[in-house]
């Protein structure tokens, strides 16, 4: 495995982060915690250390299974990372969407970012992931009804008081990032980026280049799009949100994996997996310091922690950004 410092800071990360989305459930159709723990251990011990996870996924679920799953490993061989920002039990600020929890039961989901919140929802992950610190602690996604300034004065203040060591920020853009710097030090932003989602190489990857902060790719594989393994035709268990993205369509899931046929030679030579080979292309790209890799199983997580272990040459790289060029999908 390969470590990378995020930001201008100590805090190193592997480069493949284990993304506990999945891992928590809600919105793939469910979960199952025994898998999900020994996914999480297999690639710990293929030198995956650190932990991605957020209080939204599973409503907790995904903290309580990180914790049960680091408990044997020790705290101080982990890097935990988690969120804030989003409420399915305080009905203040934007509604995000209406979802159902792990039970089948309806609830309502807000962005909301305000002071007493977080230092709540801090609390409430340090007592589900059995720790005294968070490593990394990111907004989930931006608060419209909350300033910025009280979002991450609030987060400093986290911070001298040892609970958090490191703020980051998830789902933002160049100009609020700048922003909450003015206020707390933002070390990395944790963005969508894949092969087929590339929109931030045109203002966000600038950006950190030019202030020292660290990318945090997650999504890289598009959700099973882009391991090769989904056909036209795919369908989605109960409850997947993937059944109803644009790049899911029987169009797009051809010309992707039109794509992906033509990478498979360079995949077989190199011993490696499709997936594989996209995840070492993703951590390969300007300004992308980690790649988050979700796995609802030992068998995925440890696929995942290998794609570390083969190379790509700048030739290589070329050829394969040659090829992603000419690929356009409908929406």
């Known amino acids: 495995m390969e470590f990378r410092k995020i930001g201008n800071t100590d805090l190193e990360l592997s480069v493949i982060t284990f993304g506990a989305w999945a891992a928590g459930?809600?919105?793939?159709?469910g979960t199952e915690r025994n898998e999900a723990i020994e996914a999480i251990q297999k690639s710990f011990d293929e030198g995956v250390t650190s932990i991605d996870t957020a209080p939204i996924y599973?409503?907790?679920d995904s903290e309580d299974i990180v914790a049960e799953a680091i408990a044997p490993l020790g705290r101080d061989k982990v890097q935990l990372v988690t969120k804030f920002g989003m409420r399915w039990d305080l009905a203040q600020g934007t509604l995000a969407m209406k979802s159902k929890n792990n039970q089948g039961q309806d609830i309502d989901i807000y962005k909301y970012a305000g002071r007493e919140s977080i230092i709540k929802e801090c609390e409430d992950s340090l007592r589900r992931l059995k720790t005294d610190y968070i490593d990394l602690y990111q907004i989930h996604w931006p608060d419209v009804t909350t300033s910025i300034q009280e979002t991450f004065e609030t987060v400093a203040e986290l911070i001298q008081q040892g609970k958090v060591r490191y703020a980051g920020v998830c789902n933002y853009t160049a100009e609020q990032v700048a922003e909450a710097s003015k206020y707390v030090n933002i070390v990395s932003d944790q963005v969508p980026y894949s092969m087929v989602k590339r929109d931030i190489e045109q203002e966000l990857v600038p950006y950190v280049l030019d202030h020292g902060k660290s990318i945090l790719a997650y999504s890289p594989l598009e959700r099973g799009l882009l391991t090769g393994k989904m056909q036209p035709g795919h369908h989605f268990a109960e409850g997947d949100h993937r059944a109803n993205v644009y790049f899911y369509k029987d169009e797009?899931?051809?010309?992707?994996n039109d794509v992906l046929d033509k990478l498979r030679p360079?995949?077989?030579e190199k011993g490696a997996t499709l997936a594989?080979?996209?995840?070492r292309w993703t951590v390969e790209q300007p300004g992308i310091t980690i790649a988050l890799a979700g796995a609802r199983n030992a068998q995925q997580s440890v696929a995942n922690a290998k794609a570390l272990n083969i190379k790509l040459a700048k030739d290589e790289i070329a050829f394969i950004n040659t090829l992603l060029a000419d690929l356009h999908l409908v929406k």
Do not use: F, P
């Open 25 to 29: 459930g809600w919105m793939w159709g």
């Open 58 to 60: 599973g409503m907790g």
């Open 252 to 256: 797009n899931l051809k010309r992707v």
């Open 266 to 268: 360079m995949a077989a």
């Open 276 to 279: 594989q080979l996209v995840l």
